[in-house]
């Protein structure tokens, strides 16, 4: 493996075993890079396959190219996998949980408020149904009383006609065709708006990606940049080429007095700054989190009120509307005067006191109907399981980032110091140059 890496990190292959060895590192890497930028982009970016396809291969050959004919490309190249733990590394993964949270979370929170809603539809259109299906109770109900006016013993008191009619029931079919409308209405506008979050979040999230990705190529060019051009950037680690430059000249005494200021790349110990950055992306981290698991919470909220919505509506019973109707009249005259004349009341055959005409006295009953049978309820869908999962373990990879940030930023000094050996030893001269200047004024 160290051979394969001196090869890799030369400058210029010294033979031709060297150059095809060179050449079968470059294929292998670019082949692995390609599948999952493949991946990456048909999967996560919901590219088409061919695309996916074409901007792969494309990729692979440029970067085939770069890899085996430019020597500082190998370099930012291999800081790639490093600056991954870093923060570039983690808006990377920020955009993956997102995208993930978006394409699976808020899909299910639209599907289960689709459910209330076609509930409510539904309770609505049944009561509806059922409220103008008692207008024909009532027309039973004026038509039997009716009948009851006209069957009174005596027909002088007799009306002409004790009908009447009820027309609610005409304008039924126009409550159904207005009730029809306004749910295709909000149907439309809920697809509408749930394809255009959709669309929205699938370019946004496209555009972060490759930001990102972008962002990763940057710093590690920054960091070659500012590693071949700054002696004191990032120069404050006790090396092997350190300790071994101080024994032969016989300072070895600078390294144990700069312990407090030194770290060893290899060690665990971390400077005070690097302790301060940690715990200030942690926060950001937390707060990320906290964001996520709300939208987590809404999601259980939305189910669990769309599945109990559902359940009880089933368990809905039928409301028991009671009718009763008490009718009781009588007839007679008062008059003094046919009183006095009882004769003129026998000949106009009237009574002289009250006479009773009839009586009426029934119940009706009407169920009122809120549910049915018939309706097309999609069933809740409950919170995926795995996706909690992947999201789960994303941030405790993005949490272990954190913590491996210094070590991730030491191991990109070690590759670019593999890869430019002559500047290494210019940069631990000047640190040792350093050394014994602040020995000296101590």
């Known amino acids: 493996l160290a051979d394969l890496w001196w090869i890799y990190s030369k400058p210029v292959p010294a033979d031709s075993r060297e150059l095809w060895t060179l050449f079968l590192q470059c294929s292998c890497i670019t082949v692995v890079i390609g599948g999952l930028f493949y991946n990456w982009m048909f999967a996560s970016l919901e590219y088409s396959w061919h695309l996916s396809v074409a901007m792969a291969v494309s990729f692979s050959l440029l970067l085939l190219l770069a890899l085996f004919l430019v020597h500082p490309a190998r370099c930012v190249f291999s800081m790639i996998m490093p600056t991954l733990g870093t923060k570039q590394g983690r808006k990377l993964l920020f955009s993956t949980c997102i995208m993930i949270a978006m394409v699976n979370i808020t899909p299910n929170i639209m599907s289960n408020l689709k459910t209330i809603l076609q509930l409510i539809k539904c309770i609505c259109k049944n009561s509806s149904d059922s409220l103008l299906n008692s207008t024909a109770l009532l027309d039973k109900v004026s038509w039997e009383f009716g009948n009851a006016i006209q069957e009174t013993t005596n027909s002088l008191y007799r009306p002409m006609n004790g009908h009447f009619r009820l027309s609610l029931r005409q304008n039924s079919s126009l409550i159904y065709q207005k009730m029809h409308l306004a749910g295709e209405k909000i149907s439309r506008e809920f697809l509408s708006v749930e394809v255009l979050v959709k669309d929205s979040i699938r370019v946004a999230n496209r555009l972060a990606a490759g930001f990102f990705v972008l962002c990763l190529c940057f710093e590690s060019t920054r960091y070659l940049k500012n590693y071949l051009t700054n002696l004191r950037f990032d120069n404050f680690y006790i090396t092997k080429k350190l300790e071994r430059l101080a024994t032969d000249r016989r300072a070895a005494h600078l ?66 509307i009671t009718l009763s109707i008490k009718y009781k009249v009588s007839a007679g005259v008062s008059c003094p005067a046919l009183r006095i004349m009882p004769f003129v009341s026998k000949v106009i055959r009237l009574p002289l006191g009250e006479l009773p005409l009839g009586d009426f006295n029934r119940t009706y009953h009407h169920h009122l109907i809120f549910s049915s049978a018939h309706c097309t309820i999609s069933p809740p869908t409950a919170p995926n399981p795995s996706v909690l999962l992947a999201l789960g373990l994303l941030f405790c990879i993005l949490y272990a980032t954190v913590l491996l940030e210094t070590f991730a930023r030491r191991l990109c000094r070690e590759i670019a110091a593999s890869f430019f050996p002559d500047w290494e030893e210019q940069r631990v001269l000047h640190l040792y140059r350093k050394l014994c200047r602040r020995h000296r004024k101590e």
């Open 255 to 320: 390294l144990v007095g700069s312990s407090k200021k030194l770290i060893r790349p290899t060690g665990l110990r971390l400077s005070w700054e690097e302790v301060v950055l940690c715990l200030v992306q942690a926060m950001l981290v937390t707060v990320a989190l906290l964001l996520l698991l709300l939208l987590v919470a809404m999601d259980h909220f939305v189910f669990s009120v769309a599945d109990t919505a559902v359940r009880k509506a089933a368990q809905f019973s039928a409301v028991l």
